[in-house]
């Protein structure tokens, strides 16, 4: 049973550019959230997607951008690249079954770093 | 919107001895609380969670408490291993799956 899969593992870009990250969902999960990990810190939401849309937001600016496909994967797009946004980007697979809370898996992640 | 805090931020502790690792948060209205374990380069992984409507759950050498009155929770590990030590994070949830979490604590076991 395959988990969550990101791809690619690390990436390096320069201030400006545009970046595209992946995820694949656990197998049987239908939704999908993406969060920041800053070195050192917590996660940070970022977004969910269920049903191909977005569900929920979080304190991010509209840089970041998402798309879910219909075979439940998802793409987290960050335009005009900041230093600060060099992290580890999370996505996580939950089950939307509509009740609240479901548990989390992650993925391993993508480490992002802008120069 | 919620706000989790989380100590101490380093723990060091020797093999066999407990380690204790607190939360508070400031949304009454979360109701589920999750545990995750970071090691160095891996993806957090889920090792306990808590709902509102229960004080207290284990799951043999892990145990979370939950305090809805004084709005904290806390995690557990008792005989300490070499092999329990990683970053923790706490995260406390009210809808969906939006979890806020914690700062993190980087455990180290001591052999």
């Known amino acids: 049973d395959a988990g969550v899969t990101q791809s690619p593992t690390h990436l390096i870009k320069t201030r400006g550019q545009q970046v595209t990250l992946r995820c694949s969902p656990k197998s049987g999960h239908d939704t999908v959230s993406w969060y920041q990990q800053a070195l050192g810190q917590g996660p940070q939401f970022i977004f969910q997607y269920y049903e191909e849309e977005e569900r929920q937001r979080g304190n991010f600016p509209d840089r970041f951008s998402g798309h879910q496909f219909p075979n439940y994967s998802s793409e987290l797009n960050v335009n005009a690249l900041l230093l600060g946004d060099s992290a580890l980007y999370l996505c996580?697979?939950?089950?939307?079954?509509?009740?609240?809370?479901?548990?989390?898996?992650f993925g391993s992640g993508t480490q992002l770093s802008v120069l | 919107g919620e706000n989790v805090e989380q100590h101490p931020s380093t723990l060091s502790v020797q093999e066999g001895d407990s380690a204790v690792i607190k939360c508070t948060y400031s949304d009454s209205a979360s109701n589920y609380f999750p545990w995750y374990k970071q090691e160095l380069g891996k993806r957090p992984q889920l090792i306990i969670d808590i709902r509102s409507n229960v004080g207290e759950k284990k799951d043999q050498r892990i145990a979370v408490t939950l305090n809805k009155t004084a709005k904290h929770f806390s995690l557990h590990i008792t005989e300490t291993q070499p092999e329990d030590s990683a970053v923790y994070f706490c995260?406390?949830?009210?809808?969906?799956?939006?979890?806020?979490f914690g700062g993190g604590t980087r455990l180290m076991v001591k052999p």
């Open positions: 995260a406390a949830s009210n809808a969906g799956n939006m979890l806020t």
């Open positions: 996580a697979s939950s089950l939307g079954t509509g009740l609240p809370n479901e548990k989390l898996f």
